[in-house]
């Protein structure tokens, strides 16, 4: 992969008649050494965040040992070039080939289910494995989150405590809870109100439960999305924690995606054409540019001249290179004033679901990588704002679980 000092030298030199991904690998490290340094259990890195070598390279090199896969092509990514890792499978709705593959190609042996008919296939193609860990994914609020997830996957309150019951009696090795608060969480009390529900579940039912997942929905920073300091997320969670009906050495796994790797990716795009205040761009919708398009997010940009521009900043929509209308951004994407066809803009905070939801639609999508040693956005990551709550030991024993 070639490197540079900065985006900005790309200005000196024949830039890629493509649109650029920058990887910035030494911003994924500081994420995954935060999250390792002050989680207080297991981190599972979300590989559908973005599955490049470099990323996957950067978080091994962190010390990340655990994955959350979401399909056997990423447990097969995974196995292959960390043959040590621990994977998770943790999509709730599986084909049977791919829990199949997942469990007898490539030793994976933690599933999430949210149904019986779920759980009775796990058990069907692993061959009524002794050994597998089953985590059954909760439905929660999406309340406080930019991107709620909450009409999809979850088993409900009401049916929750039946499956766990269930879940228990199949399980000879672990039983977990899971949920997921939805991405980009903006609230802390999110993780403590989930857990709550999820509590009471697990008293009606009247289980042991061995893990407790809290999932993703860690958030990074964007034009207008500024989320409490990260170290408030953990306090929440160990909080949260304490107060659950778990088992006395219970564990607890997190599944950060974003925020691990926003921050180390941006895109630099050329300017095809302007109308008034709309720019035609080489990306879009289709390429690197997801988040902003589909879900209307503002994203950080800045204008990459050798000589700086002295115009003032206005705003700006953005247009894709395809013919579909779609292939559109709102922003707005504050700009100097006098920018033109054939200048470079660098949208950053692109780690995290860009390059990996890129398609090769109308004939665009092509990327060159480049690895950049700057760290130009905002970072969650600096000097902690709050004091970091210590783990208590649990003051009660768990519930013996009622017989089937």
């Keep these: 992969m070639d490197s540079v000092l900065s985006p900005l030298d790309l200005t000196a030199r024949e830039a890629p008649d493509g649109p650029v991904a920058i990887a910035r690998p ?19 890195y979300a590989v559908k965040a973005n599955p490049s070598e470099w990323v996957l390279d950067a978080l091994w090199g962190a010390g990340v040992r655990s994955f959350d896969v979401a399909s056997d092509n990423e447990a097969a990514l995974v196995a292959k070039k960390f043959p040590t890792a621990q994977l998770a499978f943790m999509h709730p709705v599986k084909s049977r080939r791919a829990i199949g593959r997942a469990f007898h190609d490539f030793g994976v042996k933690t599933f999430a289910l949210d149904s019986e008919d779920e759980l009775n296939k796990i ?5 009524f494995a002794k050994d597998l860990t089953l985590v059954v994914r909760f439905a929660v609020s999406g ?17 929750a405590p039946a499956l766990l019951r269930k879940t228990r009696q199949a399980s000879e090795e672990m039983l977990g809870v899971s949920f997921h608060v939805g991405s980009q969480c903006m609230r802390t009390d999110a993780y403590r109100t989930a857990m709550d529900g999820v509590n009471r579940a697990i008293v009606e039912a009247g289980v042991l439960v061995d893990i407790v997942d809290v999932g993703g929905g860690f958030p ?30 219970a564990k607890l796994w997190a599944e950060p995606g974003r925020a691990l790797v926003a921050e180390a990716g941006s895109t630099v795009t050329r300017v095809e054409l302007r109308k008034g205040d709309a720019l035609y761009l080489n990306d879009g919708a289709f390429g690197t540019l997801f988040d902003a398009t589909h879900l209307n997010w503002a994203f950080p940009a800045k204008l990459l001249r050798e000589q700086p521009s002295r115009a003032k900043l206005a705003p700006f929509r953005l247009y894709g290179p395809t013919c579909d209308s779609m292939d559109a951004a709102a922003g707005p994407f504050m700009l100097p004033a ?53 783990m208590p030991k649990r003051k009660r024993a768990p519930r013996k679980p009622k017989q089937a």
């Design 26 to 44: 030494h911003r994924v490290r500081a994420a995954a050494e935060w999250f390792l340094a002050n989680f207080p259990g297991e981190t599972f």
């Design 123 to 127: 058990l069907a193609e692993t061959g």
């Design 338 to 390: 006098d920018i033109q066809e054939g200048d470079l803009i660098e949208i950053g905070s692109l780690g995290a679901y860009g390059t990996a939801m890129g398609t090769r639609f109308n004939g665009f999508g092509e990327t060159v990588t480049i690895e950049a040693k700057d760290a130009p956005w905002p970072s969650m990551y600096g000097e902690a704002t709050a004091k970091v709550l210590a």
């Design 220 to 249: 990074a920073i964007y034009p207008g999305m500024t989320p409490p300091p990260m170290i408030e997320y953990v306090n929440a969670i160990k909080t949260g924690f304490e107060d659950m009906f778990v088992a006395q050495n």
């Design 143 to 159: 309340d406080g989150a930019a991107y709620p997830l909450t009409r999809k996957f979850g088993v409900t309150a009401e049916e």
